[in-house]
C-alpha cells in the first residue's frame, strides 16, 4: 500500500535576529525585517513523510502559508525530494494566530483531498506554542499522534508511533489518516540533492516571474514562461482565499482571537564580569549559580 503524505512546513525569522524595531505596533512580527530560514523541526517532519515514501511509496505534497518570499522554502522541500508543493499565500491571511492559521491550513488540505498521513514540526521557533498541528487535527476530525520520534510500523490502515519525552518514551497505536507532530530528536534532516536542486532551481510562483525573466530572456513573455514552467512541473501553485472555501470571518487578523496585549524587551547588557577558576569546584558553583538565578533549570 502506498502513502499521501501532507506536510506542513513554515518559513520562519531567524530569532537570533529580533529587535525591538522587528515588531509592529499591534504584537504582530515584520517578517520582511528579519533573514528567514525553515523551521528546524519541519525538516524532520519531512525527512519522515520523505522515508514513508521511500519504504512504502506515495506522494509527499508540501503546504506552507506565507508571503510570496516563502517559496524559498518550498524550493527546499523540492530539493529534498517533495513531489510537490503549494504557497497558500493572500493578504486575508495576514497577522493570523494559530487559530487563523489551523483553519486555512484545514481548508487548504480539503482542497487537496483525500491523504493518509499529515506531518507537522512540533512548533515553530518564532511562536512556540506547539499548537497549530493539534488544531489542524481537530479540524480535520482526525487523530493526532504529537511528539512522534518514530514510525514503528505502518500497514493494514494503522501506524504505530513511538513518542518522545523528556522522561521517556511511549508506544502508541492509531487509525490512518491521521496527523503527526515530529520532533527534533526523530532523524537527521538529509541534505537538499545536488540533482533535484539542479533540476528544481526554475521552480517558481507567478509573482516571481519578472526576476525570472530577467534571468532568462529567452522566454518572450510571463505567459510563456508559466507555460513552460508548468510543463516541466515547476510552476508552484498560489492558493488565495478565493481558491478555498473558507469563511473570510476566520482568517487572519480579524480572525485571530489571541492579541497581543504588551510587549516588554529586555537588554542585556555587561555592567561586570566574574572570573570562574577552571576547576571542578569553580565550575559546580557555576551551574549552583545558574539554577538559582533560573538561567538553566
Known sequence: MTYRSIVL?????????????VMTADGTMNRSALPAIFN???LHALEMALQVKEQYGGTVTVLTMGP??????????????????????????????????????????????????VFCGR?????????????????LGVPQITYAESILSLADGEIVVQRAFERGTEIVQCTLPCLLTVTASANQPRPPSVRQRIACKEAAAPGEYPALLQKYPAYASAEALDADLA????????WGAADLTVDESLLG?????????????????TTESKEI??????????IEELVREYVIG
Request: hydrophobic content about 35%; proline content about 7%; aromatic content about 4%.
Open 231 to 238: 510543463r516541466r512541473g515547476l510552476k508552484i501553485p498560489v
Open 9 to 21: 512546513v513554515k518559513q520562519v525569522p531567524d530569532t537570533r535576529h529580533v529587535t525591538g524595531e
Open 253 to 269: 487578523l480579524g480572525g485571530s482571537p489571541t492579541q497581543v496585549h504588551k510587549i516588554n524587551f529586555v537588554v542585556l547588557e
Open 68 to 117: 510570496l518570499q516563502a517559496t524559498e522554502t518550498l524550493r527546499q522541500a523540492l530539493y529534498r525530494g517533495a513531489d510537490q508543493v503549494i504557497l497558500v499565500s493572500d493578504r486575508k491571511f495576514a497577522g493570523a494566530d494559530t487559530q487563523a492559521t489551523s483553519y486555512t491550513l484545514k481548508c487548504a488540505i480539503d482542497r487537496l483531498g483525500a491523504f493518509d498521513l
Open 123 to 139: 512548533q515553530a521557533i518564532d511562536g512556540d506554542t506547539a499548537q497549530v498541528g493539534p488544531q489542524v487535527a481537530e479540524k
Open 40 to 42: 528546524p523541526e519541519d
Open 277 to 286: 577558576p577552571p576547576t571542578p569546584q569553580g565550575i559546580h558553583g557555576l
